[in-house]
């Protein structure tokens, strides 16, 4: 699927167009608006009926999921789910078995962050379901529509005492937008219905809804509700209007792109503010791509959140234009109680903190807003005095120009220049977390809307593979890339499994440091000596072919790039392993950035 849902926008009078889910391609054309029916691969499904026909809990759940439009489940199934299996068997829903349950919920909040439409996923009880518990945070702090199903133990009459029974309603309650035990099956539809509205609408997140083994096998003969959008409001007018005049005010705004942007139908939107008002703009990491990093007015992606090079246009501009922000992202910069003006552009309310505090506040569909204020703008009256352009070039020359090539072990610079120039511009690099994703987000210029899947929300380590795999399902013909340090690597390596059994073509870079790359950069920046951060590691070219896979080890300079070319082109699942050379954390990032001065 190459498109993303978003709420369905106001005409010009105020008025909602159709309900239904709307998609947008890699250039932003919007598709015809599908009033009921969800899409599928590009294709409507029609709902199957349920009026009326006695079935089982179980059946009646994936009836409805089918009624959503659900493609895949992702997960590992126990006892407790086995009637649930047994309907999925015959279901048009396809189950993507996995190897631990936390994979599953990365791929299926994946899913839900590429499509806008909940991914689901599947596991037991008790272990099973504790094992979601760090996807379905993933899902959260990121804003990914998510489904997680549990079972349970029959609630009416108890077969087995409290073996494996905890309360996992409970535990889920902190962590998902909405938590539920199915009590009976009659209630089924309405639940399902429900948890899909609530994972979709602003900020989208996790819902969870456990399913009793009685409670599935419980007949039935409720009915699914039709599928319909929610609707999301238009921006206030003389909210837009009151921001306008501060912006048409500014000596220097800045124009800042973060998450919640990073819908492909808000490319076109904000790629149309910028060409007409001649602002320069940055991103977030996860907002990154949304406009091409390649354009003139682009200033790059705050890896770090102060001191790097765009940080001196953050501190000259006098109003910045916040379109997409949550605050729990890492912050891109960090607001004073004086000086700048910062306004909020989202489709909910800014959720106040001491390094954020917008003055100004848009709360709506964030296209329309981004319309409404191109309006009041005049054209070309938000390029500045001209320190942007001059910085622009300061960027170009100490990020994107050093490469940092000819020395081996690879350096975060040259790996980064490496892949950059050989991805193409519509593929897709799945990053883990550890200490490259910095350097990737700092050094590494994305093209277009998700081109670049990372976490900068939670941060786990452990989903860039599993977020790799959902990412080439969803996008077969697309070249799919998945970067991963050797710690984060290992948490879930064992979905190399799942990529071979289902025929994926994927690319895994595999950087080997023999410890916690990031931990030890920040140790060492503490002044504190090293400990406890070094571990060993497998043969990984054997580890690879133990599981069928491609396994290849770069031993010299220049061999990465033939290497990757090669994988790119030939199918199955590749591993390189690439020795990588942090010494350049300190040289750059600290005393380079130190040394800098924003007098241009």
Known sequence: MDGSWAPVPTDSSGDVQTAGYRFCDQEQNLTAIESVSPICNGKKTTPPASANIAMNGAELFVRALENEG???????????????????RTS??????????????????TYGRLTGRPGVCLATLGPGATNFVTSVSYALLGGMPTLFITGQKPIKKSKQGRFQIIDVVGMMEPITKMTKQIV???SIPVLVREAFRVAVHEKCGPVHLELPEDIAAEETGA?????????SPRADPRSVEEVARVIRQAANPLLLIAAAANRRRTCAALGEFIEHS????????????????YHR???????????????CAIDRADVIINVGHDVVEKPPFIMTRDGMKVIHVNYFSAAFDDVYFPQYEIIGDI???????????PPDSLAGDGYFRRLRKAIEENIYTKRGSGTFPYTPQHLVSVIRDIMPEDSILSLDNGMYKIWFARNYRATCSYSVLLDNALATMGAGLPAAIAAKMLNPEKKVVAVCGDGGFMMNSQEMETAIRLGTNLTVILLRDNGLGMIRWKQAGMGLPAFGLDFGNPDFVEYAASYGAHGHRITRDGELGITLEHCL???????IELPIDYSENESVLNQELQRKTCLL
Not at 70 to 88: K, M, R, S, W
Not at 279 to 293: A, L, N, R, Y
Not at 367 to 377: E, G, H, T, V, Y
């Open 367 to 377: 296209s329309d807003a981004l319309r409404q204020l191109a309006a009041r703008i």
């Open 297 to 311: 007015q682009s200033l790059g992606t705050a890896a770090l959140s102060a001191h790097d090079y765009l940080h």
């Open 278 to 293: 001649g602002i320069h703009f940055f991103s977030t990491q996860m907002g990154k791509g949304v406009v091409t990093e």
């Open 569 to 575: 082109q030939q199918p199955g699942l590749h591993l």
């Open 92 to 109: 048009s829903i396809r189950l993507i078995l996995t190897r631990h349950e936390q994979a599953a919920g990365f791929m299926a909040a």
């Open 184 to 186: 009976g099956a009659d």
């Open 70 to 88: 659900v493609e895949y489940i992702f997960g590992i199934p126990g006892e407790e789910n086995l009637a649930f299996l047994e309907a999925l």
């Open 223 to 231: 009915a699914t509700f039709p599928v319909t959008a929610l609707r």
